[in-house]
């Protein structure tokens, strides 16, 4: 299957962008009556037919809709401190939409080494692993967030902090206290962890103590093992 991203498409025509077209008809060597997939991001998959096989304007015609393509049974927000080394991050995006995730918040947080990240930089990595992947959602990606404006943020499901700290109180392991088909929020932090404080406001608000394990993670690493456990747990 070959999949393109097409947010703005109206059926039953669409004309692929240029860059798109180009990698359609030159790369793929794809040609009138050929069959190719789009996605919209949200969650409907077209089947669709090449009726013009321009290399700057391939049109095609949808012939089939499946809605809600592989739709998760949960949905995971991931709110993870942007690392110093930017590769790292974007591994994380990578890896974590080829999982499953529904929203991803980068956090700024006391300890944070980057506290900038290039938006549409990011948009794209999400967006290749999105066709890579085959998959019909997109994964939000929102702008750099305060950890503690997030943490006061109001949010209709289950809130968790996965921190190092063992002066904090105790911590129970992430698989063993969540359930199918749940909402959740989980805040991973920078390189730093989150400090004394962070934790302490994140537990005033509702957010529960995790732990990922016993073994120490890098930021990017804990970030995917979260989003593991949470799929795995969902049987996927």
Not at 27 to 55: F, K, P, W
Not at 178 to 206: C, Q, R, V
Request: glycine share 4%.
């Amino acid at each position: 299957m070959q999949l393109f991203y097409a947010p703005d498409i109206t059926p039953p025509l669409y004309t692929l962008n240029e860059e798109e077209s180009k990698h359609c008809i030159r790369v793929l060597r794809l040609s009138i009556g050929d069959i190719l997939h789009l996605t919209d991001g949200r969650g409907n998959m077209y089947e669709c037919r090449i009726v013009e096989a321009h290399q700057h304007h391939c049109t095609v015609e949808v012939v089939k809709t499946i809605e809600e393509y592989e739709k998760l049974p949960y949905e995971l927000t991931m709110a993870v401190a942007p690392t110093k080394n930017i590769d790292r991050y974007e591994w994380f995006l990578e890896k974590a939409t080829e999982v499953g995730v529904s929203c991803i918040i980068p956090i700024e947080c006391d300890h944070s080494e980057r506290r900038i990240i290039k938006h549409e930089r990011e948009e794209r990595v999400i967006t290749s692993a999105v066709k890579q992947s085959l998959k019909a959602y997109h994964p939000t990606l929102e702008n750099m967030t305060p950890v503690k404006e997030l943490i006061a943020r109001p949010f209709d499901g289950r809130k968790f902090i996965a921190h190092c700290d063992s002066n904090c109180g105790e911590r129970l392991f992430l698989p063993s206290i969540i359930k199918k088909t749940e909402k959740l929020l989980i805040l991973i932090g920078p390189e730093g962890d989150f400090s004394p404080e962070e934790i302490k406001f994140a537990l005033e608000n509702g957010f529960e103590p995790i732990s990922l394990g016993t073994q120490r993670l890098r930021t990017e690493t804990a970030a995917v093992a979260a989003t593991v456990m949470v799929a795995t747990i969902n049987g996927l």
